[in-house]
């Protein structure tokens, strides 16, 4: 069973359509090749902890963990990629609901975030809780969890957004040119790696045009719009910018009402500082 979880995880690149990224996962435990951001420099945190879904992760999900369709689904993202993926042990993690009980997760991931220059995200699958009568309030992490530079994610915690709350964007990282891993347009002169705290997809009504016309950036020299975006349709919670301008990026910005998260939800406005390669 252990051969065929495994197998399923390291597949899951090739079978999961993707624009943007090259979908190839370093299980190999290795820090990444992108470039330092002054947030490496600093301790470690835990960004967020998304209750993205209550008893219904789809059938998908079962590509890299055979009993996760309709169990729970919880990403918890850091501000280091997380080492030793794609499978990350569960036990390492302990989730405390509003009645006082703690739960571990079955199974942990980076699964579907674990292509090269990803891997902030770890995906907890398992009973975490329940949206309407004992819901999660808080993940900490209570054993070894190796992050890069030497960092140790264990004592970090978070609250968990519940899961009526829509995604918000919880981490940005600004790359020159061809530094991330992503196929960058013709043009492209920087990228700005918008990280939301579950993955999202343009709402009913809404499409691909109007998720990019969402995007703002702030630079010194004012704002910037992305002239195309990458990482779509991979069901992670990565989003590649692609700018033309070289001005650095100082802050994203994302219009209310234009995406939804897998429960549905949609998002309200939201704003994040980019830290950028050095």
């Not at 951001?37 to 963990?65: C, E, K, N, V, W």
């Not at 975490?128 to 209570?142: I, Q, R």
């Not at 600004?174 to 700005?192: I, L, N």
């Not at 975006?229 to 219009?255: E, H, I, M, T, W």
């Amino acid at each position: 069973m252990k051969h065929q979880l495994i197998k399923g995880i390291l597949g899951l690149g090739a079978v999961i359509a993707c624009a943007g990224l090259v979908h190839a996962s370093d299980p190999s435990g290795a820090a990444s090749t992108v470039p330092r951001t002054d947030l490496d420099d600093a301790p470690p945190r835990m960004l967020s902890a998304f209750f993205g879904l209550d008893d219904r992760l789809p059938p998908i999900a079962a590509q890299f963990y055979s009993e996760a369709p309709g169990k729970d689904g919880l990403p918890v993202t850091f501000t280091r990629r997380v080492l030793g993926g794609p499978i990350v042990d569960p036990k390492a993690f302990t989730v405390k609901t509003r009645s006082g009980a703690v739960h571990q997760p079955l199974f942990a991931t980076l699964a579907p975030a674990s292509a090269p220059g990803k891997g902030h995200t770890v995906l907890l699958i398992g009973q975490l809780g329940n949206a309407a009568t004992d819901p999660p309030v808080s993940v900490e992490v209570t054993g070894d969890l190796p992050l890069e530079y030497g960092a140790n994610a264990k004592e970090l915690s978070a609250a968990v957004t519940p899961l009526a709350d829509g995604p918000t964007l919880v981490l940005a990282l600004g790359y020159r040119g061809h530094q991330f891993a992503c196929d960058a347009p013709v043009g492209t002169r920087q990228v700005v790696v918008a990280i939301w705290a579950g993955g999202v997809k343009p709402k009913p009504g809404a499409d691909e045009a109007a998720h990019l016309a969402g995007y703002r950036v702030s630079t010194p020299e004012g704002e910037v719009r992305p002239f195309a975006l990458g990482s779509l349709k991979d069901n992670d919670n990565y989003v590649c910018l692609f700018l033309a301008s070289d001005a650095p990026a100082q802050r994203v910005s994302f219009a209310a009402g234009i995406v939804v998260d897998p429960n549905g939800d949609v998002n309200p406005e939201t704003t994040i500082e980019v830290h950028r390669s050095k």
